[in-house]
Each structure stands twice: as structure tokens, then as C-alpha cells.
T-cell receptor, first 111, second 115 residues
Framework: SQQGEEDPQALSIQEGENATMNCSYK?????LQWYRQNSGRGLVHLIL?????REKHSGRLRVTLDTSKKSSSLLITASRAADTASYFC???????????FGTGTRLKVLA | GAGVSQSPRYKVAKRGQDVALRCDPISGHVSLFWYQQALGQGPEFLTY????????KSGLPSDRFFAERPEGSVSTLTIQRTQQEDSAVYLCASSSTGTGVYGYTFGSGTRLTVV
């Protein structure tokens, strides 16, 4: 079973716009990660945020974490066509080594 | 190697056949994970190794699924008597730590189609 649920399931935006996707999870965590998956390829690790952090930046990516609401968001600023992919959040199940993935958000950036 | 290597990239199996999927993790990575990803879904955890020890196999869907990592490096996921519901992409990931705090490095996966 999947621990996380991403919202929206699909998102279509114009190049240059910002894209925001959300992740909700069920159990307590130590870390939450975001991954990108291009069609037919493996997952690429984007960013990890620890449970004691509220916000983290990496390039055009901004991740927030609200442990009281058991939710996280990923913001991609100034999107590019190359950002077209599926994005997944993954949480360490009850603080163990086991990362459980959400259902993913399919992002399409139109040139 | 520079990344996680999985082979074969694609596999078509007749129902009832056994298949073996191989994963070559990054050299020196102690943790190795197998995930199953159905079309349009997120990856689902199958099993976890720390070095050669299989510490968690709770995600294996049935006793037809078997994984090993005998020398703590290369791992093989074997599916016996394949069924159509086994069709999926099988992803392998490795990590330098046991807690994945630096993220996992995933291979490109093996797409298994059972006909």
C-alpha cells in the first residue's frame, strides 16, 4: 500500500510558470524525499527534507514540510519543458530505512 | 560503477516461466532495495538488503518472488512461475547508508511483460 498521496494527479502549465505539487502522508517520519521520473526511466533524487526542517531550497526547487498536517509541497519555479515528468514524494515508514512512495503527480510543461 | 545498473532492460516472459532480474548497485553501497512499479503508479517496496543480509522482505507479493545478494554487491530478483499480474517495472536502488538520508540512486529498471 502507498503511504503518500500527491495532489494534483496531473498538472499542465506553460513554460515559465511555477508548478506546485503537494504530498500528504499518514505516519510519523524522520525524512521526506522528492523524486522525479521521466517517462520510462528510473527515479532521480531531487531533495530530502528532515522532520525538523520546515523549508529547503535547491536551485529552482523549494520544498516545505508541515509535520503537524503530515504534508509537504514541492514548488518548481520558472518551469521548463525539460521539467515534464512524474514527481513522487517518499517518506521513511515510521522512521525506518523503508521509503514508501506516493502515487505521483504527472507534470507537463508546455513550450 | 557510476550508477545502478539493471539488466535486462526489457523482458517478455510467457506465463509460467521463471525470470531473473539483475541489479548492480553502486560500488560500496551497503543498502539495496527492490521496488515494483505498476503502470501509472508509484513504486511499491519489495525487499531490502544491508550488505548480504536480507533484512526486510515484507513487500514480496508471494512466495514466487525471491531475492538474494550473496556477496553484498550484485542482487538478483527471481520470479518463479510468472503470472500476468507480475507485469511491471522492477526498480533497484542503492544507498551508501542504511537510512537513505542522502537519497537512493535508482537504476533504469527492468520492464517485465508476462504474456
Amino acid at each position: 500500500s502507498q503511504q503518500g498521496e500527491e495532489d494534483p494527479q496531473a498538472l499542465s502549465i506553460q513554460e515559465g510558470e511555477n508548478a506546485t505539487m503537494n504530498c500528504s502522508y499518514k505516519t510519523s517520519i524522520n525524512n521526506l524525499q522528492w523524486y522525479r521520473q521521466n517517462s520510462g526511466r528510473g527515479l532521480v533524487h531531487l531533495i530530502l527534507i528532515r522532520s525538523n526542517e520546515r523549508e529547503k531550497h535547491s536551485g529552482r526547487l523549494r520544498v516545505t514540510l508541515d509535520t503537524s498536517k503530515k504534508s509537504s509541497s514541492l514548488l518548481i519555479t520558472a518551469s521548463r519543458a525539460a521539467d515534464t515528468a512524474s514527481y513522487f514524494c517518499a517518506t521513511d515508514f515510521s522512521g525506518t530505512y523503508k521509503y514508501i512512495f506516493g502515487t505521483g503527480t504527472r507534470l507537463k510543461v508546455l513550450a | 560503477g557510476a550508477g545502478v545498473s539493471q539488466s535486462p532492460r526489457y523482458k517478455v516472459a510467457k506465463r509460467g516461466q521463471d525470470v531473473a532480474l539483475r541489479c548492480d548497485p553502486i560500488s560500496g553501497h551497503v543498502s539495496l532495495f527492490w521496488y515494483q512499479q505498476a503502470l501509472g503508479q508509484g513504486p511499491e517496496f519489495l525487499t531490502y538488503f544491508q550488505n548480504e543480509a536480507q533484512l526486510d522482505k515484507s513487500g514480496l507479493p508471494s512466495d514466487r518472488f525471491f531475492a538474494e545478494r550473496p556477496e553484498g554487491s550484485v542482487s538478483t530478483l527471481t520470479i518463479q512461475r510468472t503470472q500476468q499480474e507480475d507485469s511491471a517495472v522492477y526498480l533497484c536502488a542503492s544507498s551508501s547508508t542504511g537510512t537513505g538520508v542522502y537519497g537512493y540512486t535508482f537504476g533504469s529498471g527492468t520492464r517485465l511483460t508476462v504474456v
